[in-house]
């Protein structure tokens, strides 16, 4: 199946589906899958770091280690992987380990650098297919600062990047799905690749066997899924912006609960719609969990102030309490330190669950390559699927079991209350202050923020603004 521009809606089946809440979780069954590998496998990411270890607990290995097993073990396996030319620069260690030219150190294997079509825009997906019959899709890179677990100890001893540095409590997921959804992500990295290099292969033929974790449950089966991926714009072809349209599609769904964990929480076309929801009086909650600290200038000047000034107008839209924003902090002795949301999730009722890379901001929107699912219960061992990851997600964040968020809301139908009730200890989950008046976005935020690329009247006015931005501040 090749994914076109065209296509608006790619739609299937996944036979199975599970969920992998943290990189410990997803690193140790990803290794199970390469090591499974016989045809093809792909890595599409926004960076990677072969000097990770995928299983820290257990073994010294490495990534590139594994690959380079694999590979040298059977000369039939194809390994293609394929990250943003940027990334290595954003993260500074991987470029380090890529400059030594130490991997890859088979001739199957194929490390290939995306460059986009905007120089502000970049790629996003965070994708793994092997052999077009289990593929795994998220928040989750293959690269340095990414592995954690549900204890988020602040100094946990296996919890350093390649360098050995300690590195901050880490919150993430990835999906692994097999069946229709399986081959339809295979399509994207496909397409992905020959966008990048204008190599083009066919779909394998279907597996009539998929080797799934022994020790991973399965938490939904058979159940729909769609894709939703969004690509900039070019002069040869138009952009895909599926990701924004099924985020307003599942916000707009909600009845009971709208339960939200994103990085950034910047987007104006999001808020609004989330907005609209508090303003109807029988409305559903709506509990976002959002990361508060951002890390560099662009971050806090843009994707900070932004999401203050959101809170604020999501907050005025809640005429009748039915709003949370937290943030989630973990014990470090007698302090608390931050836990990062890293996540992309939104799960509205125990009906729909949204999980990919799209962060809430504008360019995740049109701008950058983004790749999303969306599950869709059908029966009610579904639901009580979507359910279930909502409780051990609530758990993880106030340290108690998710048989206790699930009693909590089952006395309560709440799940405002639920978070109350249980938020007790040194593990919670803490209210953002209202500390910004205003409601518009930041200057600036068409440069740093954009939804769409430029074209040429665009990129000069770019300049023009960017040069009134600088003075004025």
């Not at 966008?195 to 799934?212: C, H, I, K, N, S």
């Not at 061992?381 to 051990?392: F, P, S, T, V």
């Not at 968020?405 to 006395?411: E, I």
Request: with cysteine.
């Amino acid at each position: 199946m090749s994914l076109k521009a065209e296509d608006v809606r790619l739609e299937g089946i996944a036979a199975q589906a599970a969920f992998l809440i943290n990189g410990s979780a997803y690193f140790s069954r990803l290794a199970f899958s390469l090591r499974h590998a016989r045809k093809r496998i792909w890595i599409i990411g926004w960076d990677f770091n072969p000097d990770i270890r995928l299983q820290p607990e257990k073994s010294s290995e490495t990534l590139g280690d594994l690959l380079n097993t694999l590979a040298d073990a059977n000369p039939d396996l194809e390994i293609r992987i394929l990250i943003w030319a940027l990334g290595p620069l954003y993260s500074e260690k991987s470029l380090k380990v890529l400059r030594k030219k130490s991997f890859p150190k088979n001739n199957h294997i194929n490390l290939r650098f995306a460059i986009q079509p905007s120089i502000r825009g970049c790629h996003h997906q965070k994708l793994v297919s092997i052999d077009d019959s289990v593929a795994f899709v998220g928040g989750i890179d293959l690269t340095s600062r990414r592995w954690d677990t549900w204890g988020h100890r602040v100094r946990d001893k296996l919890k350093r990047d390649p360098e050995g540095v300690f590195y901050e409590p880490l919150h993430d997921l990835q999906a692994i799905v097999t069946g229709d959804a399986a081959r339809l992500i295979a399509s994207v990295a496909r397409r992905r690749w020959t966008d990048a290099t204008g190599e083009e292969y066919r779909a394998l033929p279907a597996q009539t066997a998929v080797d799934w974790p022994g020790d991973l449950a399965v938490s939904l089966e058979n159940v729909p899924v769609r894709l939703a991926v969004t690509e900039p714009a070019t002069f040869f072809r138009s952009g895909l912006g599926q990701g924004i349209v099924v985020t307003k599609e599942v916000i707009a769904s909600a009845r009971r609960q709208l339960y939200i964990e994103t990085q950034y929480l910047a987007s104006f076309n999001v808020a609004d719609a989330i907005a609209a929801r508090l303003w109807e009086d029988n409305g559903p909650e709506v509990v976002i969990i959002c990361t508060r600290k951002s890390h560099g200038l662009i971050e806090n000047f843009v994707m900070g102030r932004n999401r203050d000034r959101i809170i604020r107008r999501l907050m005025n839209a809640d005429r009748h309490g039915r709003l949370r924003v937290l943030y989630p902090v973990v014990p470090d002795g007698e302090k608390q330190v931050e836990l990062l949301v890293h996540s992309k999730l939104l799960i509205a009722d125990d009906n729909l669950l949204r999980i990919g890379s799209s962060n809430l901001n504008h360019r995740s929107e049109g701008l950058d390559t983004e790749c999303d699912v969306l599950f869709q219960a059908l029966r009610p061992a579904h639901r009580l699927a979507i359910g279930e990851l909502r409780n051990r997600l609530v758990a993880e964040y106030l340290g108690c079991a998710a048989s206790a968020v699930r009693n909590a809301f089952r006395r309560s139908g709440s799940l405002i209350e639920t978070i109350a009730e249980l938020n007790v200890g040194a593990r919670c989950l803490k209210p953002f202050a209202a500390t910004c008046e205003r409601t518009e976005p930041i200057a600036g935020t068409a440069i740093f923020d954009p939804a769409r690329p430029l074209g040429r009247r665009g990129s000069r006015r770019l300049v023009g603004r960017l040069r009134r931005l600088l003075r004025s501040n």
